[in-house]
């Protein structure tokens, strides 16, 4: 029962946004300059370093020393009893591993806890259009950020899609809880855990030959590339919920950024490249993700395995178009054409006709004509999304330090 309603939760509450997490990479980055100014963030200044060349030191000498000396699967044996936010550290944990906890556990001086309830009162008043969009937007946009995209296809999780995803899933489902980083809640814990596996993807991809041969970096996930991931996620489902005129207040506005802003520090983002407000994220976004966009072989590869993680239920035979036509309707034309998904002459005039109509009904409270059969399109693109990307997951799920790249 627990984990039937836990499934449930995840479904209603946008659990699915933690596709867009799933990083996937854009082209060799034509090397623009950094202008973002370090005023716009919520530290409000900051040396203005290009945030491409900063990664994530404190941590990174811990993990790589903990890779090193071969002791990551007790480590990981112990932070599966390590669920939640105000619970003691396990005993047993390496010194250096316990001291870092400690410090990456600690929310930063300017949360604002009333905002962060505000948030999750918006995400269950939206949490149908967050779902839809952290699916469909933010991760199928994670198959055209290049960097992402091969960091992915490379590391260990790459050839586990399903498993991966579940994985990722997990922080979108806990961030719209409503004691994310309360007590009792687990947010906190999903983002250690979450900057220590970045921490060893750092260390390993290095290693992977494929990876090294693919990618225009030596050393993936730089704070830029996790900034870049961010916008696929909180800053495009901003704009999209814009685009589609779903009324948002201010104070609704803010608080979901917060929520996004508290998350991006606790993944070990400085202050000084966290914007301080939805004009500063826009900004920031036009620089480091918009130009970035591009297909990749990896990429593709991967939209392909998201398209189809439904075969084994149906063959492909409804999941696939119709994913793959809210792609299309919710990236475009040329995300879509660079990620080979075929336009459907069925889902696809549907989509275009009935969304509008569905959003603004919704909205309103309102009935109209065709709307049973609108609704079930709609209800079904979310349980297919669902069924696919989370049933055969084990529960609980745990985020663990990979110890290897994708077995070649
Ligand atoms: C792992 C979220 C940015 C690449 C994870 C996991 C989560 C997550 C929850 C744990 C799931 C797992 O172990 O499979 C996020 C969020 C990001 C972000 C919320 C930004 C806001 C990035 C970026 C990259 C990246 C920028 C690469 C450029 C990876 C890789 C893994 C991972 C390779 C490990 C996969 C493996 O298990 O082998 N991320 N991520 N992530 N992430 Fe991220």
């Not at 979901?256 to 500063?280: F, N």
């Amino acid at each position: 029962m627990e984990e039937l309603s836990r499934r449930k939760a995840l479904v209603a509450g946008g659990a699915l946004g933690a596709l867009g997490a799933l990083g996937v990479a854009a082209p060799a980055q034509a090397k623009a300059l950094w202008t973002w100014s370090p005023a716009g963030s919520v530290a409000g200044a900051g040396a203005g370093t290009d945030p491409r060349t900063v990664w994530d030191p404190q941590v990174d000498r811990v993990i790589s020393a903990l890779l090193d000396r071969g002791d990551v699967s007790r480590v990981n044996e112990l932070l599966r009893t390590w669920t939640t936010n105000d619970q003691q550290l396990p005993s047993g944990l390496p010194a250096d591993v316990r001291e870092l906890m400690e410090s990456a556990r600690r929310l930063p001086s300017w949360v604002d806890h009333d905002k962060l309830e505000q948030s999750f009162d918006f995400t269950k008043r939206r949490g149908l259009y967050l779902g839809v969009l952290y699916a469909m937007a933010s991760g199928m946009m994670s198959t055209v950020i290049p960097k992402e995209a091969r960091a992915v296809y490379y590391s260990y999780g790459g050839a586990n899609m399903k498993d991966r995803i579940s994985k990722t899933a997990k922080l979108g489902y806990d961030i719209g809880t409503r004691d994310a980083y309360a007590p009792g809640g687990e947010m906190t814990v999903t983002c250690v855990k979450t900057r220590m596996v970045h921490s060893a993807v750092r260390h390993l991809l290095p290693q992977s030959p494929q990876w090294n041969q693919a990618a225009p970096e030596d050393v993936p996930i730089s704070q830029a590339d996790i900034m870049v991931t961010w916008h696929s996620l909180a800053t495009t489902v901003m704009q999209k919920m814009r685009e589609w005129e779903i009324p948002i207040s201010d104070d609704d506005a803010e608080a979901y950024l917060h929520s996004w802003q508290v998350t991006a520090h606790m993944l070990g983002v400085r202050d000084e490249y966290i914007p301080a407000s939805w004009h500063e994220a826009d900004r920031q976004a036009e620089q480091v993700l918009d130009p970035i966009l591009s297909p990749t072989p990896e990429g593709r590869d991967l939209a392909r395995i998201l398209l189809e993680l439904g075969s084994e239920l149906d063959g492909s035979v409804l999941s696939k178009p119709l994913l793959g036509a809210f792609t299309r309707y919710t990236l475009g034309d040329r995300v879509a054409d660079w990620l080979d998904i075929d336009r459907e002459p069925v889902f696809g005039p549907m989509i275009e006709t009935f969304w509008p109509p569905f959003i603004a009904a919704r909205e309103f409270g309102l009935n109209f004509p065709g709307s049973d059969e609108t609704y079930w399109l709609f209800d079904e693109l979310i349980r297919q999304v669902v069924l696919l990307y989370l049933s055969e997951a084990d529960y609980p799920i745990s985020i663990e330090i990979p110890q290897g790249n994708r077995p070649s």
